[in-house]
């Protein structure tokens, strides 16, 4: 069973910096494409962060120049650098991935930006 688990969420100032994890169960490379989603209340689902097998990434505009995602095969692990973090951020930060088609989610963490 594929399983993906974030962790690193919580409380930040405006202007600070939070790193997100997403633990995969097996090799990130047997994703063909992962990603970081966030959800505010009352909205819908965005998507934030892309990386692909390649390693080739994308980025939500809102977030272009303050966050980066990566990948750490041998630790079989996503992250999502968050910097100069803005109130508008605030939301549940949820890890993806595609294997073999079929599409896998984590259970969310949680980030708050007080202004």
């Known amino acids: 069973q594929v399983q993906l688990v974030e962790s690193g969420g919580g409380l930040v100032q405006a202007g600070g910096s939070l790193r997100l994890s997403c633990a995969a169960s097996?090799?990130?490379?047997?994703?063909?494409?992962m990603g970081w989603y966030r959800q505010a209340p009352g909205k819908e689902r965005e998507l934030v962060a892309t990386?692909?097998?390649?390693?080739?990434?994308n980025y939500v505009d809102a977030v272009k120049g303050r966050f980066t995602i990566s990948r750490d095969n041998a630790k079989n692990t996503m992250y999502l650098q968050m910097n100069r973090l803005k109130p508008e951020d605030t939301a549940v930060y949820y890890c993806?991935?595609?294997?073999?088609?079929?599409?896998?989610w984590g259970q969310g963490t949680q980030v708050t930006v007080a202004s």
């Open positions: 993806h991935g595609v294997r073999s088609g079929i599409s896998h």
């Open positions: 097996g090799s990130v490379f047997s994703f063909n494409i």
């Open positions: 990386i692909h097998i390649g390693g080739t990434t």
